[in-house]
């Protein structure tokens, strides 16, 4: 499991770079798209399957299409990767990457203290989850559901047709 | 390493099952559009015909595998891989017969609905990267469709899960033992039917191709083995339907006399010849109309079926 | 909802009716007497032709594939030099039928004539001309034409009456 767990951590960071490094719109979202998956796959590994499988279903499979339809819609060509190429420069950069680098060494000092658990020590089924939600974080859930409908609402809003 | 053996040689089972039974359902399709158009279908090469889609197979090897000079290659490339490798990841979860299945995990329904959705990039991405306004308007179409019908496709499945209390899809097939769950869930059964052609972009269903609209929609550009490929994936797509629905709707494997196996192919074969039959009587809806038929007639009646079901299931729980 | 579960019926019901494919290489397809296929130049009862060579039919033609050299026999009797269809290029609307003033050209309900060669598909007259008077039996032109041609001189037509002479007419 932990060779898993390592390689798809690799595939995740390494496709999240290209993510960044793409000039073709749609070639960087098709690197987030692998990336999301193998954060799900990581999820896997650790044990939460649930957890894993909405990641697909809803990140890489739902959200990431409107991303896609998007895309299509602005129908962006080359004069875009051209402007994309004037962007990308390391005064734009530089900045997210030191503070990005800071990160990493925390989390690698993190690692290396052994305050870390073994991946895969406990399965938690789609029950499991739905308990915990339903129970301790009901509030959060509730929040979480209005928001989403105040979303939805917004949206009809915007998108109505005065019939006259 | 027995084991390890049993469960490799039911993978290259299913997964040769699956490709014998895509072309066979090319034949038996036109076989029975013909019969239902008072025709008869291909009668010549063969015993009614059957060796015909063998004589198309070698003609669509050998055609000119051609990628237009203003596509996007790389991703013109893969879209045509994306629905193959999908629908068939789909099959692994699909129980045939007690013990008789390629994986057994516990979030089954979740990964089936996984793959479903990512299925819908290869529609989207191949449309996009033909780099043609019909490709385009037709990949734009299949990925409003798919999004749309996905959202009711997971919630018209979910009484069926509450129902079992689990996303096993064999503990799922084990709970139907006494009553198929066509009965107590019709609803859902429509539901998911109605989602699950809009899916597979099935004839109905078939905006995102349209071709009296849009030349061939998202695969206009496509020829040779790549259009092949989106071809079979989608009769790949309609064995894949058939088997899921059998599974969470029809009892599975269960039924008296014949082996598990046999009742669960027979279950599978009577879905593929009524979506033949939908081909061959349904014209297809404007787009507008199927985004109403999804969100003002399917969402709300897939929230309804899931609402009662759980009403229902926590009575019967309280009264024990 | 209710129309479109009639729909499926009525499509499986199909399933019971017969088919209406003709299978044609082993099966002979039924053609009708006034099927436009292969044409004809047809001949008098007593077997001469009966195409005068007036150009109508080549002037009716929408695309040309018709083409004739008129002369005259030593009697004064037109006939074809040559009479050229191009099958090629006919698209059997029978516009030459209607124009021919003496139903010599014909179409006939055959269209069985395919060839490898593209050249084989112009017809000569030799080609087009039977032996029998077609649709029309016991027509014969010259029967009710006021003509003058050999054995038959003015006014010995059909419904025909006897030349006036016009120098006796005056009074």
């Given at each position: 499991m932990a060779v898993i767990f390592y390689i798809s951590s690799a595939v995740a960071i390494l496709s999240t770079v290209m993510v960044i490094t793409r000039m073709n719109a749609v070639h960087a979202l098709l690197y987030l798209i692998v990336s999301l998956l193998s954060v799900a796959v990581i999820f896997f590994t650790l044990g939460a399957p649930f957890i894993a499988a909405l990641e697909v279903i809803i990140y890489a499979g739902a959200i990431m299409v409107l991303f896609v339809f998007v895309m299509m819609m602005l129908n962006m060509g080359t004069k875009a990767a051209e402007q994309e190429r004037k962007w990308i420069n390391p005064r734009m950069y530089v900045g997210p990457a030191i503070l990005a680098a800071i990160l990493g060494v925390e989390l690698v000092y993190m690692l290396a203290s052994g305050s870390n658990r073994a991946a895969g020590f406990e399965m938690i089924g789609p029950k499991a989850v739905g308990i915990s939600l339903y129970s301790s974080y009901i509030i959060g859930l509730e929040l979480a559901g209005m928001l989403l409908l105040a979303g939805l609402v917004g949206a009809f809003h915007l998108g109505r047709q005065d019939k006259d | 390493m027995f084991e390890l053996n049993w469960s490799a040689l039911i993978a290259i089972g299913v997964l040769l099952g699956v490709f014998t039974l895509a072309p066979g359902l090319i034949w038996l399709e036109r076989r029975l559009l013909a019969l239902w158009q008072d025709r008869y279908g291909p009668n010549r090469v063969g015993p009614f015909g059957i060796f015909q889609v063998l004589a198309d197979m070698i003609k669509i090897f050998f055609k000119e595998d051609w990628i237009p000079p203003f596509a996007d290659k790389f991703v013109f490339f893969i879209a045509p891989g994306i629905i193959m490798l999908t629908v068939l990841m789909s099959f692994a979860v699909i129980p045939v017969a007690p013990g008789v299945g390629v994986m057994d995990i516990n979030v089954g329904v979740l990964f089936f609905l996984a793959m479903s959705s990512l299925g819908a990039y290869s529609v989207v991405l191949g449309g996009w990267s033909s780099n043609n306004k019909y490709s385009l308007l037709g990949g734009l179409r299949a990925a409003s469709q798919m999004i749309s019908y996905e959202v009711f496709m997971g919630l018209s499945l979910l009484g069926v899960v509450a129902m079992a209390g689990s996303f096993n899809l064999r503990e799922i097939v084990n709970a139907q033992?006494?009553?198929?769950?066509?009965?107590?869930?019709?609803?859902?059964?429509?539901?998911?039917?109605?989602?699950?052609?809009?899916?597979?972009?099935?004839?109905?269903?078939?905006?995102?191709?349209?071709?009296?609209?849009?030349?061939?929609?998202?695969?206009?550009?496509?020829?040779?083995?790549?259009?092949?490929?989106?071809?079979?994936?989608?009769?790949?797509?309609?064995?894949?339907?058939?088997?899921?629905?059998?599974?969470?709707?029809?009892?599975?494997?269960?039924?008296?006399?014949?082996?598990?196996?046999?009742?669960?192919?027979?279950?599978?074969?009577?879905f593929i010849c009524f979506f033949i039959l939908l081909r061959a009587s349904l014209p297809r809806p404007r787009f507008d109309q199927l985004m109403t038929w999804g969100w003002k007639l399917m969402l709300p009646l897939a929230i309804l079926n899931l609402a009662v079901t759980g009403a229902v299931l926590v009575a019967v729980n309280q009264g024990h | 909802m209710f129309s479109i579960i009639k729909t499926i019926?009525?499509?499986?019901?199909?399933?019971?009716?017969?088919?209406?494919?003709?299978?044609?290489?082993?099966?002979?397809?039924?053609?009708?007497?006034?099927?436009?296929?292969?044409?004809?130049?047809?001949?008098?009862?007593?077997?001469?032709?009966?195409?005068?060579?007036?150009?109508?039919?080549?002037?009716?033609?929408?695309?040309?594939?018709?083409?004739?050299?008129?002369?005259?026999?030593?009697?004064?009797?037109?006939?074809?030099?040559?009479?050229?269809?191009?099958?090629?290029?006919?698209?059997?609307?029978?516009?030459?039928?209607?124009?021919?003033?003496?139903?010599?050209?014909?179409?006939?309900?055959?269209?069985?004539?395919?060839?490898?060669?593209?050249?084989?598909?112009?017809?000569?007259?030799?080609?087009?001309?039977?032996?029998?008077?077609?649709?029309?039996?016991?027509?014969?032109?010259y029967k009710v034409a006021g003509l003058k041609i050999k054995g038959k001189d003015k006014g010995e037509a059909e419904n025909e009456d006897e030349p006036i002479d016009f120098k006796k007419l005056l009074p």
């Open positions: - | 033992a006494g009553m198929w769950n066509i009965v107590p869930q019709f609803f859902g059964f429509v539901v998911f039917m109605v989602a699950g052609l809009a899916e597979m972009h099935r004839i109905p269903f078939d905006i995102p191709e349209a071709e009296s609209e849009l030349v061939a929609g998202f695969h206009s550009e496509y020829s040779g083995m790549k259009f092949g490929m989106f071809f079979v994936g989608e009769y790949v797509g309609i064995v894949l339907i058939s088997a899921v629905i059998t599974t969470f709707f029809l009892g599975g494997w269960h039924g008296p006399f014949l082996p598990p196996m046999v009742w669960f192919f027979l279950k599978m074969f009577v | 019926w009525i499509v499986i019901l199909h399933m019971f009716r017969k088919r209406e494919t003709v299978q044609y290489p082993d099966e002979e397809v039924k053609l009708r007497p006034r099927y436009r296929g292969r044409i004809i130049l047809s001949r008098d009862p007593d077997g001469g032709e009966r195409c005068v060579a007036c150009y109508l039919c080549s002037a009716a033609c929408p695309v040309d594939c018709i083409s004739l050299q008129a002369t005259e026999d030593e009697h004064g009797r037109r006939y074809p030099e040559f009479f050229r269809i191009n099958f090629s290029r006919c698209i059997y609307c029978g516009l030459c039928e209607e124009a021919c003033p003496t139903y010599a050209i014909q179409l006939t309900p055959d269209f069985e004539m395919s060839e490898a060669d593209r050249h084989n598909m112009v017809y000569e007259k030799e080609d087009l001309l039977i032996s029998g008077e077609g649709k029309y039996p016991g027509y014969h032109f």
